[in-house]
């Protein structure tokens, strides 16, 4: 009986999707697969999930008197001010009032200078603002103001952290105008995304005073442990500030080179 040849299994001449070794190194949403022309079910059950996510991070109103306590826990002063935004409806409806002080808060601010028996200029003044996520604030400005406190110059005047409610970027501005603060430091909710609702930004201006434009800042983007490492971050933010004191300037002109320098600093230790 003639021996019949070997067929070798369909399977065995299948190669792995890419895709798939790709998507262990993103939350991306890629090689989601399909169902006939769909998607597979679990990918729209995950889609909706994440949607609904970010629709609550951006409603979420931020817990102001946890957050004091949590940083008053680490030895920082703190003081609370809010926006012209009432409320968080009128804060998604009205960006310019998130933009702005409440009269209230600016006279808070104003007297709390006023009152002051440091004469030095602030430094760097920390603001605090709930932005778009205040899922974000809540998670990570704690942990970030412990990895800032090792990092910051021990000669620089640090202010009180200011923790602003229904707050925009711009709010910054005004409140260290009003501090009378060489630079200001925004942390902030940045806006939610499919893949990361609590991501917190970083905004750099020096000289604030009402007025500015984005241009006149510099941004560190998505602070989180499955983003910039807080340590990383603090570090990041230390380095600008330290060359926008030495500049006197921040924004486009104003370069982030603190990986060349790292690189740099490793190498000559090999």
Known sequence: MPKLPHITPLLAHQSVDPWTQLKTFTRARIALGRVGSSLPTSEVLDFGLAHAMARDAVHLALDTAA??????????????????????????????????????????????????????????????????????????????????RKCIPE?????????????RVAIGDEIGQALNARMVAMLIGERPGLSSPDSLGIYLTYQPKLGLSDAGRNCISNVRPEGLQYARAATKLIWLAKEAMRLKLTGVSLKDESDIQEIGQQARLK
Not at 96 to 117: F, I, M, N, P, V
Not at 118 to 126: E, G, R, V
Not at 155 to 167: D, K, L
């Open 67 to 148: 957050l004091e306590a949590d940083i008053q826990a680490q030895q920082w002063l703190t003081v609370q001010v809010k926006s012209m935004a009432p409320d968080r409806a009128s804060y998604l409806l009205r960006p310019d009032w998130g933009r702005k002080l409440h009269e209230d808060s600016l006279s808070k601010l104003q007297h709390l200078y006023a009152t002051s028996s440091q004469t030095k200029p602030i430094d760097l003044l920390i603001v605090v603002g709930d932005g778009l996520s205040s899922l974000a604030v809540s998670r990570h400005v704690v942990p970030l103001l412990a990895a800032l």
């Open 155 to 167: 000669q620089w005047h640090i202010g009180p952290v200011v923790i602003a409610s229904q707050a």
